[in-house]
Structure formats: structure tokens, C-alpha cells
């Protein structure tokens, strides 16, 4: 259970929350807020807080960068190929039935839209990996590298008006 995804001055104060253990309790006493019938089952198996709860300090991580995805210069090419893998499911004798989406396959890296056009695209990917059809204006057949920066919402890159 994914208790809080924090970034910038909300991640650094819970630095200061203390080890594992007073961690979960503070935020199970924020989530009893919004539903206490849920939050009195939020604890780990047999109390046990050092093994089954798994904390990850973003700011502290070498090499996170911080909270969200920035491509490195010269890095648009890479991106690209993340962003159009999921139309390798277009040629069947080389589709790896496997599709990448998340807001680090997009080019709007750490935002949500990014994440969910990349979803829509793997979605159409395992339709079309299945046997299935997929409507006229879609992703797979809509879309094509190099990505068009003037398509930057959703509904623009899936052809929905």
C-alpha cells in the first residue's frame, strides 16, 4: 500500500517524521481523517515496521534527480523511441507483447497527461497485440515519429475533438 507519494517541501517535512514505525503511524492518523474504518487495518504484518514497510526518501537517493523525469541534452531521440514503443505491436512477427507507459515514456515527463496518453497507447497496443480492433484515429495508426509538440493535450494526440 502506497501511503504517500510526496515531493519537494512536503517530502523534506517527512524526513523529519522520524524511523518507519512513527512514519506509518502519522500517516495511518492522516488517512483515519478521511476513513478511520479503513486506516485500523493499515499495519504491517506482525507490527513488524523494519521489514514490511519499505520508505524511499527521494530527495536522499543518488541519482533520483528529484521527483520528476528530465531528459538530458541530446536525449529527445531516446525519448521518442520510449514514447512510439508501444507501436511495435503494428508489426506481429516482432511485437514484444510488452508496452511501456508512465509519465517516464512521455515527453511530459513528472505530469499526469503524459502518463495517461502513454497509457491510452499501450492500451491500444495490447487491443491490437490480442486480435482486437481499435477505432479509426487511434494512437497505433494515428501517430507517427517525430512526435508533433503542437498535439500537447491527450484528446489531440488520439484524435478525439
Known amino acids: 500500500m502506497l501511503l504517500s507519494c510526496a515531493w519537494e517541501d ?12 512513527q512514519r506509518v503511524q502519522r500517516l495511518v492518523a492522516d488517512l483515519a481523517q478521511t476513513n478511520a474504518a479503513f486506516a485500523q487495518y493499515v499495519v504491517p504484518i506482525d507490527n513488524d515496521y523494519q521489514t514490511y514497510v519499505k520508505i524511499i526518501d527521494w530527495d ?4 533520483y534527480y ?21 507501436q511495435d505491436s503494428k508489426q506481429p512477427a516482432t511485437d514484444p507483447f ?24 499501450a492500451v491500444c497496443a495490447v487491443i491490437r497485440s490480442l486480435g482486437g480492433s481499435v477505432v479509426q484515429n487511434n494512437p497505433l495508426d494515428n501517430m507517427s515519429p517525430p512526435y508533433d ?5 491527450t484528446s489531440k494526440a488520439i484524435g478525439l475533438h
Do not use: M
Open 98 to 121: 510488452i508496452y511501456l507507459a508512465g509519465d517516464s515514456c512521455s515527453f511530459t515527463g513528472g505530469w499526469v497527461e503524459g502518463a495517461l496518453q502513454t497509457g491510452i497507447n
Open 60 to 63: 536522499l537517493q543518488p541519482g
Open 149 to 153: 509538440y503542437s498535439a500537447t493535450s
Open 66 to 86: 528529484g521527483a520528476f523525469k528530465l531528459n538530458f541534452a541530446g536525449g529527445d531521440a531516446q525519448s521518442q523511441q520510449l514514447f512510439f514503443q508501444f
Open 10 to 21: 512536503d517530502a523534506i517535512k517527512q524526513l523529519a517524521l522520524g524511523d518507519n514505525q
